[in-house]
């Protein structure tokens, strides 16, 4: 199951450059809002072939530098590994 709690309940700050903790709730924010069905409904469609690439590969990049195999199975693909 997925959850996108985080964006339903932050009331700080949404912006980037003022301190880490802000910058990483924010990036937290900005995805759960964009991963937003209804605006990845709206906004799929319009991206590029080389758009859509650059975010995937993007998200594969750093889960790739950022996870272990069995975290990559657990928390991405939610199955048990």
């Known amino acids: 199951m997925h959850t996108h709690d985080f964006v339903e309940n932050y009331t700080d700050l949404v912006g980037f450059g003022l ?20 605006l990845m409904e709206h906004l799929i469609t ?8 650059e975010i995937f590969n993007m998200i594969n990049r750093l889960m790739k530098n950022h996870m272990t195999e069995p975290e990559y199975h657990k928390l991405f693909l939610k ?3």
């Open 46 to 53: 319009k991206l590029t072939d080389e758009e859509l690439e």
């Open 19 to 38: 301190d880490r903790k802000t910058d990483e709730n924010t990036v937290i924010y900005y995805l759960q809002k964009f991963s937003d069905d209804k």
């Open 79 to 81: 199955g048990s590994k």
